[in-house]
């Protein structure tokens, strides 16, 4: 393996882990709250078809992105009142939204654009183009530094670069403000939340509107920019893969980077060895397909050490009897 | 403190015909209360009189359903907490609200921020708070986390929170519970510097020793309204008692002498590590002989928990124990509940609504668990003899005074010390050799506690062995036979109540050997 190869490969690794990241900020940000979010996978569909049907019909990425993010909010909302206002069982809110996102997507589909439950595929202004850095082509020819800021850094998409921007920044949301220490003590013991004075389910709702946005943005850059329009199922369980790589991360942000990094590192190798001849037996395709799954169970069992969720997650706030 | 007395000041609190109903259930009716600037106002009752529901609407954690509230004669509402809090109202509930993984300084900064940032209000707080510390004994570490410090420590930060909001009105809600006597003692102290800053404090007890000890007014609820309010130096335990709980209360426990047989259980150097891998019992050996009471005195979280688990089969240990001089399986398979009953230990455990009842199941469902294989549980080979279980559970309850006696209401109906009344029937009916015991009154009101009391003296008069763990001194002092102190894991001494007080147990519990010093 040479060195462009490698390269190729950590490129193929972070446009991989771009949606991994942005969502598993996003359930990050609603668990860190107290609300757990199994529907993370049904947020990214949606927003995934609502971005590119919209920037498919107006031509414009930009409203396709906006499209997303509202579509994305609006399962929030839902999985906010049935389980901040309403009190019910976040779990299955999550699994209804991941149910309702895979119908309703395929549905609308057929209905506007009759491909077979896909969107017309996306060109030009429609998607979202590679941004050249400055000066990635005069350094391309340094050696060592030159080609890795070629392939590895300029020529991403602008969601990706925001994507990676959002890890520092929601540390220092999380770690360094008051809507942050008041977050993260919502997650712990909404009681102490509350009796300080402050509204626990103003502070739930923030959550899952940032998880709503945040998911938002990972379906538009699956639908928009990783490809050129939307297809059923797109997610492909990466809602799921990243809420794995949330534990993995213990809630942490810079844990996040990391493990969804992981994750997309495994998604690359697989998407780019296909079949692999082990001294005469060849690995089939699915077995390359189906890797990085098997790693995330394996990692979840075996190497994720004492995981402690927020203390209050999963149960609605209710004052003492 | 005299100036509280004077009537045209006019009152820090006062309440106008407060009601509040929970469903059915009227928790406070039209309660009128007047506190005075700068005293100590104890609000004594037994469980579910109410007295919580009133300051919780005191505090905007609920609103009543009628009523005015005045605060330094001025009426005011208060919707929500932060409501309260502007009021200058200070609120230390009898479960922390405290954020176990935030520091100190995190905590206290909660909700009461300077601005979007938290630096600056950190550094501030920082430096409110050693003023505070100096100010009122109130000295905390401000970086350490919550879940590192003990609960005396917890409740400090509890108050430096109020007190770092501002609050004039300090309400605290059963403070002591969950401390030892010297702790309780630093927080008397801490109270009467507040009181002569011209704070204004409520103490919610059901004890009438603190009443008596740290109050200058007292009021007392029963049954959700507000029988009297009277100076503390006009009153004593007996009539307060008598009030509280609507007639004339034994307050000692009347006990015979201890007849001691045979030693029923023998333990040496019984050792449990838990699932983190940090041994919470240290060698413990001791023994106890039928028709005696050993108490086991202790802060909790000092290996009690797992000595009682431990010895009535739900964790296990390494070591010996002997029922009868036999010995029990302590790791394999025999190592159970279901064995040790069968080896006659029954076990009351500290945690009725975890571990001694299923809460949703009815009444006649709870005093069966654990012996539903009896055969006299069983109609045929199938089915078990509901019907004949209800009448068994219907008996049961009436002789252990359980109110409702409704065997088919489920146990959460229970008031606390009906619940408890639900285990301890279930358990003594099966009159086993020994009975293990923990907290059997906590949470439960003067009236159920004497008759708790009672049967467990019955069962020792009957010959029995019985090993009691409480946090309650009083009642490790009153109702022992031999007292033994746990201290982190070991066994610090063991004492005859009549030849040891309060003092002296206080400081062994705290780890201190008094026979050495």
Same mark, same amino acid.
């Given at each position: ?16 882990s ?17 609300i ?52 019910g ?31 017309p ?201 | ?47 579910g ?52 993984n ?12 300077? !601005?979007? +940032? ?5 550094a501030?707080?920082?430096? &409110? @708070?050693?003023? #505070?510390? %100096? *100010?009122?004994?109130l ?37 002591? !519970?969950? +401390? ?9 102290? &801490? @109270?009467?510097? #507040?009181? %002569? *800053? ?45 009030m ?13 002498? %201890? ?9 040496e ?18 023994n ?9 005195a ?18 296990h ?82 002789r ?59 069962l ?29 894991g070991?066994?610090m ?25």
């Amino acid at each position: 393996m040479d060195f462009l190869t490698v390269l190729q490969v950590l490129d193929s690794t972070v446009r991989l882990s771009t949606p991994l990241l942005l969502a598993c900020l996003a359930g990050l940000f609603s668990e860190r709250a107290g609300i757990f979010d199994i529907g993370l996978e049904g947020k990214m569909l949606f927003a995934a078809f609502f971005s590119a049907a919209v920037a498919a019909v107006t031509g414009s990425v930009w409203l396709g992105l906006l499209a997303g993010i509202a579509a994305s909010m609006v399962l929030a909302g839902i999985h906010g009142l049935a389980s901040i206002t309403f009190r019910g069982n976040q779990l299955i809110s999550g699994v209804a939204i991941n149910f309702l996102a895979a119908g309703l997507t395929v549905v609308i589909a057929q209905d506007w654009f009759r491909q077979g439950g896909r969107t017309p595929s996306l060109l030009g202004g429609a998607r979202f183009e590679p941004v050249t850095l400055p000066f990635a082509e005069a350094l391309r020819g340094v050696p060592g530094l030159g080609p890795v800021y070629y392939e590895l850094i300029s020529g991403h998409t602008v969601l990706v670069y925001l994507a990676f921007a959002l890890v520092p920044a929601t540390w220092w949301l999380l770690y360094r403000t008051r809507f942050g220490l008041r977050l993260r003590a919502v997650g712990e013991n909404p009681a102490a939340v509350d009796t300080a004075g402050v509204s626990v389910i103003g502070l739930r709702f923030a959550a899952v509107a940032i998880c709503g946005v945040l998911c938002g943005i990972a379906g538009a850059y699956l639908a928009t920019a990783l490809q050129a329009g939307f297809v059923k199922d797109m997610t492909a369980g990466r809602g799921f893969i990243a809420l794995a790589a949330l534990i993995f991360a213990k809630w942490r942000p810079w844990y996040a980077l990391m493990a969804t990094m992981l994750f997309g590192f495994l998604q690359a190798i697989a998407l780019r060895y296909q079949n692999i001849d082990l001294g005469g037996v060849v690995v089939p395709v699915q077995v390359m397909d189906a890797l990085p799954y098997i790693l995330t169970v394996v990692i979840l069992a075996g190497f994720v050490g004492r995981a402690i969720p927020p203390r209050a997650g999963g149960e609605p706030y209710v004052k003492e009897r | 403190m005299a100036q509280g007395r004077q009537t045209d000041v006019a009152p820090a609190i006062e309440l106008r015909g407060i009601s509040k109903a929970f469903g059915p259930v009227q928790a406070n009716k039209d309660i009128s209360i007047r506190v005075m600037p700068g005293t100590i106002h104890g609000i004594i009752g037994e469980n579910g009189a109410g007295k919580s529901t009133l300051m919780s609407i005191l505090y905007g954690f609920y609103k009543a359903d009628a009523g005015e509230i005045f605060i330094a004669g001025k009426k005011t509402s208060i919707p929500d907490s932060q409501a309260a809090i502007r009021a200058g109202i200070g609120m230390v509930f009898q479960h922390f609200k405290l954020v176990e993984n935030f520091t100190v300084l995190e905590n206290v900064v909660l909700g009461a921020e300077e !601005g979007r +940032l938290l630096k600056p209000s950190l550094a501030k707080a920082r430096g &409110i @708070l050693k003023t #505070l510390a %100096a *100010e009122y004994e109130l000295n905390v570490d401000p970086d350490a986390k919550i879940e590192d410090l003990g609960v005396g420590m917890q409740q400090r930060v509890e108050i430096l929170k109020a007190l770092y909001r501002q609050a004039d009105i300090l309400i605290l809600d059963e403070p002591t !519970g969950v +401390l030892t006597p010297a702790e309780a003692d630093h927080l008397f102290r &801490i @109270l009467e510097n #507040l009181r %002569a *800053e011209g704070k204004t404090i409520i103490l919610i007890t059901h004890k009438l020793r603190e009443i008596m000890a740290a109050t200058d007014t007292v009021s007392v609820m029963r049954r959700g309204e507000m029988t009297a309010t009277i100076q503390t130096s006009q009153t004593d335990p007996e009539h307060l008692a008598e009030m509280m709980v609507g007639r004339k209360v034994l307050l000692r426990v009347d006990k015979k002498p %201890a007849q001691p047989g045979k030693t029923v259980l023998e333990v040496e150097n019984l050792r449990v590590v838990d699932e983190d891998g940090v041994e919470r019992l240290k060698g413990v050996s001791l023994n106890v002989r039928a028709g005696e009471i050993l108490g086991i005195a202790g802060v909790s979280g000092n290996g009690q928990s797992q000595l009682l688990e431990v010895l009535g089969g739900i964790t296990h240990g390494t070591g010996t124990v002997r029922i009868n001089g036999q010995e029990i399986d302590l790791t394999g398979r025999h190592s159970d509940g279901q064995s040790r009953r069968a080896r006659g230990i029954c076990h009351v455990p500290e945690d009725r609504q975890r571990e001694g009842l299923i809460m949703e199941f009815t009444a006649w469902e709870n005093m069966v668990f654990g012996y539903h294989h009896d055969p006299a549980y069983q109609k045929n080979a199938l089915f078990m003899d509901n019907a004949g279980i209800r009448d068994l559970a219907a008996d049961k309850m009436a002789r252990f005074d359980v109110r409702p006696p409704n065997p088919v209401l489920a146990a959460k109906n229970f008031s606390g010390g009906n619940q408890q009344k639900l285990v301890l029937a279930r358990e003594i009916e099966r009159n086993p050799d020994l009975l293990l015991v923990g907290q059997p009154t906590r949470g439960v009101d003067i009236g159920a506690i004497e008759f708790i009391h009672q049967q467990i003296l019955d069962l020792r008069d009957a010959g029995k062995a019985v090993l009691l763990v409480s946090v309650e001194l009083e009642e490790i002092l009153s109702m022992s036979d031999r007292i033994a102190v746990m201290f982190d894991g070991r066994i610090m001494g063991e004492r005859l109540p009549g030849e040891t007080d309060e003092k002296e147990l206080g400081l062994m519990m705290a780890g201190m050997d008094t026979k050495a010093a």
